[in-house]
């Protein structure tokens, strides 16, 4: 890895950030990215994000995720508002003018509106189980026996897996007890990330998120999205939803099939520094 590196944060999910654009594409190593991610002993941190030159001649940059266990991610969304702010900090792209970047899965498009706020396009939910995976049929809600009780949950591809319990009160303890289990259940045969969403009304979500990869966050922007969307399909949200979650509040606004989800919330500098 290079030595040098922009620690960020989107509501509170945390990342560095690494700049390889002269760079061939690479893999990073699994225990060295875990080695830096330790909070103890190493820079601490979610996930690391690589910004690289692209492979898809429409896109302007591609971006790399490695969760905080070192293994690979496909999409992460408070990370890629980060990206277009690092990039627009760098003088790369314009502000109020969309980008379209590359991620490992497939493109987004980034429009940054100041130093501290950016909307992302991030395509249409894929409720098929195929798309997560979800070892399933598809059905609009799924039913699953965890640790002795019988867990409702919807489940979306965000560029990643998803799956959304609702729940009266997310601070249940019971909430704590089922993440990490469906996070790593069966059904889904390369994990997913739980969201434990409480609905305060057709415009307004509370969330948690149990990550795979990472554990629980202080925020998810794809699971923000996963929640607004399932809540959506199931008509319990309005188009414009406000997504509460323990860092922050994000702006998921969905339209429906055939649309595309857009997602606005901050994106922060926290210090540079060389490892």
Sequence with gaps: MPSRFTKMHGIGNDFVIVDWREDPPRVPNAARVAALADRHTGIG??????????????????????????????????GVRCVAAWLYRDGAIDRNTDVRLESPSGPVTVRVLDEGTVVVDMG???????????DLPAHATYTVHVDGEDVTFGAVSMGN?????FVDDVSDPRVDRL????????????????GFAQRLGPDR???????????WTRA??????????????????????????????LTIEWHGPGRTLWMTGPAAFVFEGEV
């Design 179 to 194: 993440g990490p289990l469906l996070t790593s259940h069966p059904v889904f045969p390369e994990g997913a990330n739980i």
């Design 220 to 249: 998810c922007g794809t699971g923000a999205c996963a929640a607004a969307a399932v809540a959506h399909a199931l008509g319990l949200a309005a188009p414009v939803v406000a997504v509460e979650l323990p860092g922050g509040t």
């Design 161 to 165: 897996p998803h799956g959304v319990v």
């Design 124 to 134: 249409e939910p894929d409720f098929d189980p195929a798309s997560l995976p979800l």
């Design 45 to 78: 941190f979610d996930q690391l994000i690589s910004i690289e030159a692209a492979r898809d001649p429409s896109c302007a940059f591609y971006y790399g995720i490695w969760n905080a266990d070192g293994s690979p991610s496909g999409q992460c969304g408070n």
């Design 205 to 215: 979500i509370r969330l948690r998120v149990h990550e795979r990869g990472s554990g």
